[in-house]
Nanobody, 115 residues
Framework: QVQLVESGGGLAQPGGSLRLSCAAS????????MAWARQAPGKGLEWMCG????????YYADSVKGRFTISRVNAKNTLYLQMNSLKPEDTAVYYC????????WGQGTQVTVSS
């Protein structure tokens, strides 16, 4: 059974940092690209960043480029998102994603950026 479990969300001040984790199980993590997406209140899903199966090729949406860093540790079956220079508009539920025979999503973790 494929499971993706996000953690690390919470409240941060503008300019602050948070690190999200996504623990994966039920599939061979090291064989698949992974991604992070988010959904802000009242808005649609936004793809933010992804990373190749081996961690060598990250890619970012313009909205987070230079502030967020995606990484993975295949030995731990874990995906990470380091978020720096947070802005109020980063407030959203953050999801990790993998596409196997279909799309799989975690339950999400709430990130709130507010002073």
């Amino acid at each position: 059974q494929v499971q993706l479990v996000e953690s690390g969300g919470g409240l941060a001040q503008p300019g602050g940092s948070l690190r999200l984790s996504c623990a994966a199980s039920g599939f061979t993590f090291s064989n698949y690209a992974m991604a992070w997406a988010r959904q802000a209140p009242g808005k649609g899903l936004e793809w933010m960043c992804g990373i190749s199966f081996d961690g060598r090729v990250p890619y970012y949406a313009d909205s987070v480029k230079g502030r967020f860093t995606i990484s993975r540790v295949n030995a731990k079956n874990t995906l990470y998102l380091q978020m720096n220079s947070l802005k109020p508009e980063d407030t959203a539920v953050y999801y990790c994603h993998v596409k196997l025979s279909r799309d799989y999503w975690g339950q999400g973790t709430q990130v709130t950026v507010s002073s």
